[in-house]
């Protein structure tokens, strides 16, 4: 089993800057790709960004390129997403998921492991 634990939500002004973490455990070793995925009221769950934890390789959403960077401390077994020119749009929450492979990593049916979600409001 692998536990994914997310932080760093919370309310932040448009154009705003936030950074999510995501603490992984368990059999934490097993976890070849972490990715952020997010949904907004009403909408289906959208990939976000992913990194590979060997390599590091990052995979973005177009809608957040430029904006938003995943990054990985492999000596906290920590996946970070930095969010920086916040919109409203943003608005969802936030989950952090763990993929035992490396492909279709934009595809959340790829993602065994789940965390609870953390909430990211932005205000216009």
């Known amino acids: 089993q692998v536990q994914l634990a997310e932080s760093g939500g919370g309310l932040v002004q448009a154009g705003g800057s936030l950074r999510l973490s995501c603490a992984v455990s368990?059999?934490?070793?097993?976890?070849?790709?972490t990715g952020w995925f997010r949904q907004a009221p009403g909408k289906e769950r959208e990939f976000v960004a992913a990194?590979?934890?060997?390599?590091?390789?990052?995979y973005y959403a177009d809608s957040v390129k430029g904006r938003f960077t995943i990054s990985r401390d492999t000596t906290k077994n920590t996946v970070y997403l930095q969010k920086s020119t916040l919109e409203p749009e943003d608005t969802a929450v936030y989950y952090c998921?763990?993929?035992?492979?490396?492909?279709?990593?934009?595809?959340?049916?790829?993602?065994?492991?789940w965390g609870q979600g953390t909430q990211v409001t932005v205000s216009s």
């Open positions: 998921a763990a993929s035992l492979y490396r492909d279709r990593v934009t595809d959340s049916q790829s993602y065994t492991y």
């Open positions: 368990g059999r934490s070793f097993s976890t070849v790709v």
């Open positions: 990194i590979t934890w060997s390599a590091g390789l990052r």
